[in-house]
């Protein structure tokens, strides 16, 4: 059953966006004339995302802003850099070096609390800030991209950290749209500090999309703010992918003693 969901989930990660959604083509900047066609990855919408029964408030975001439009930031929308699939240990893993006992704790995404079945690992892109354009697969560490196994409907929560923005607060929603969204552990509206989170394949509650498009249509000086353990999604029929970066770096998700204690 385990093979048979991968499988699907790796289809639908290949089938092309000019399907479900638009492309887009840019010129390469090096004078040579070729192109490049990037297809952002989507998945097929239920007719309606059910909501968790969460209520989501605002909170003030410390400037700037991001430099450009949301959906346009390859650090924002992780569609715009992709993924591709990748052999390698579909299990947790122990990774040696240091420990932040305050790091995000993936183990809470659910409730109860537990470590799913791994379905499928990933690589995700690279980009070129200079000619901004999708790079290579990054490499190190060998997988930034992994499927969780969960039962459709499920509830997905924040996971929970030793960090506080105030009031309670861990997270910052940066960024939304029906079938994934990117999560920041400090007040800045960027990836460059701190912890961020980017979830795909997932159903987000739709009140909270709603406050988010508000807000980013607002000028961005507030988002979305989540507390620990508070839902924020449902899964769908096909496992919902995760990646975590630390201070914009794309790290193991597999990492036991880091995410998954």
């Not at 930031?73 to 390698?88: E, F, I, Q, T």
């Not at 947790?92 to 932040?100: A, F, H, K, V």
Request: proline share 10%; aromatic share 10%; hydrophobic share 40%.
């Amino acid at each position: 059953m385990n093979r048979l969901r991968w499988l699907l989930l790796t289809i639908l990660l290949l089938v092309p966006s000019v399907l479900l959604g638009r492309m887009q083509v840019t010129r390469a900047q090096d004078g040579a004339g070729d192109y490049h066609l990037f297809l952002p990855l989507t998945f097929p919408a239920p007719a309606s995302c059910a909501a968790t029964g969460a209520t989501y408030v605002g909170l003030t975001v410390n400037p700037p802003p991001t430099d450009r439009p949301a959906a346009q930031h390859a650090d924002l929308n992780l569609a715009l850099r992709g993924y591709r699939p990748v052999a390698g240990v579909a299990d947790y893993i122990w990774i040696g070096g240091p420990t932040d006992d305050k790091a995000p704790q993936l183990t809470t995404l659910f409730q109860p609390p537990r470590r799913p079945g791994i379905i499928g690992l990933w690589q995700v892109y690279g980009w070129n800030w200079e000619q901004n354009h999708r790079g290579d697969p990054i490499t190190t560490p060998a997988v930034t991209l992994m499927g969780l196994d969960a039962a459709a409907g499920e509830a997905l929560h924040l996971p929970a950290s030793g960090y506080d923005m105030g009031q309670g607060y861990q997270a910052l929603v940066l960024y939304a749209e029906p079938h994934r969204i990117t999560l920041k552990y400090t007040r800045e509206d960027n990836v460059i500090w701190g912890y961020a989170l980017h979830l795909e394949n997932i159903c987000v509650d739709p009140n909270l999309l709603a406050l988010y498009r508000s807000m980013d249509a607002q000028g961005r000086s507030r988002l979305p703010a989540l507390t620990p353990n508070q839902p924020f999604a449902r899964t769908l029929s096909t496992p919902p992918g995760i990646a975590i970066r630390d201070n914009g770096s794309f790290m193991d998700p597999r990492s036991r003693k880091d995410w998954w204690r």
